[in-house]
């Protein structure tokens, strides 16, 4: 991979797109249930991304809305994957371009060569604008769902959508 994108590449990537994206600069935050105040200042779906690595060693983002229930023993049936485990930080650099409390759909920027491949929570569709970390864990992006798909579009990925709720259900 070349040099990581910063969040100023993104905001370019972005604009050159046409997408209309604002973010909301605020402290660091590395789990889910903090920032509750910053969710409150932010409307739209707010997200939980995790990277994985299967058994077969295939690279995995999940990107979910925060209140998701994701069980790791059976998302691979959901999803089609060997078992799981959560991708160590230097693989998660090295594919990502981002450290751990940063992770993000947004990083798909730096996996040039794809070999991540993103699974979406169904429940994001619920919501009109969906928020993510922009390469950075300071800071919250938010951008229309589909300017989050054209994103994806522009960069090649074409994302698996997975009905979380349903799989816990079934699962």
Known sequence: MSRPKTPEDLFAFLDGLGIAHSTLRHPAVFRVEEGQEIKAALPGGHTKNLFLKDAKDQLWLISALGETRIDLKSLPKAIGSARLSFGREALLHEALGVRPGSVTLFALIND???????????????????????????????????????????????????????AAVSG
């Open 112 to 166: 040039e060569r794809r070999k991540v491949r993103l699974v979406l929570d169904k429940a994001l569709f619920d919501h009109r604008t969906v928020n993510f970390h922009p390469l950075t864990n300071t800071a919250t992006t938010a951008v229309s769902i589909q300017d989050m798909m054209a994103f994806l579009a522009a960069l090649g990925v074409r994302p698996q959508i997975v009905d979380f709720e349903a």
